[in-house]
């Protein structure tokens, strides 16, 4: 479907990062830049979002690894508990923040972006 693209708001960014407007442009700018790089290079992918997740990309496949501790704040833990126990397939999208990056893929081997 049709999906309107919001331009990304460098100000704010850098207001609730505590650091100026050009260090966000370069940052965002210098990782878009190297994930295309390693997507052009087939080379498999693990961006580090920091106490949220890990995003794995590995060939075609894509997938959010979440932390344990982010979903639990989000929906409180009985509700975690009780969400994981009903849908199993739930446990494959939960991962400790004390995992290895590359213990997540199926290959062993990724480029892990800086956190």
């Not at 990062?17 to 050009?22: C, G, M, N, R």
């Not at 794995?56 to 994981?84: H, N």
Request: proline content about 2%.
């Amino acid at each position: 479907g049709y999906k309107e693209v919001e331009i990304l708001q460098y100000t704010r960014v850098a207001e609730a990062a505590l650091v100026s407007q050009k260090e966000v442009e370069s940052c965002i700018q210098g990782t878009v830049s190297l994930l295309s790089q390693c997507l052009q290079k087939g080379e498999n992918i693990a961006l580090v979002l920091k106490d949220m997740g890990v995003l794995l990309m590995e060939g075609t496949r894509v997938q959010m690894k979440f932390y344990y501790d982010f979903l639990e704040r989000l929906s409180g833990k009985e509700i975690l508990e009780k969400a994981v126990f009903r849908i199993p397939r739930l446990k494959d999208m939960v991962v400790s923040q004390v995992a290895v990056v590359a213990s997540l893929t199926s290959s062993g081997h990724v480029i892990d972006f800086p956190k």
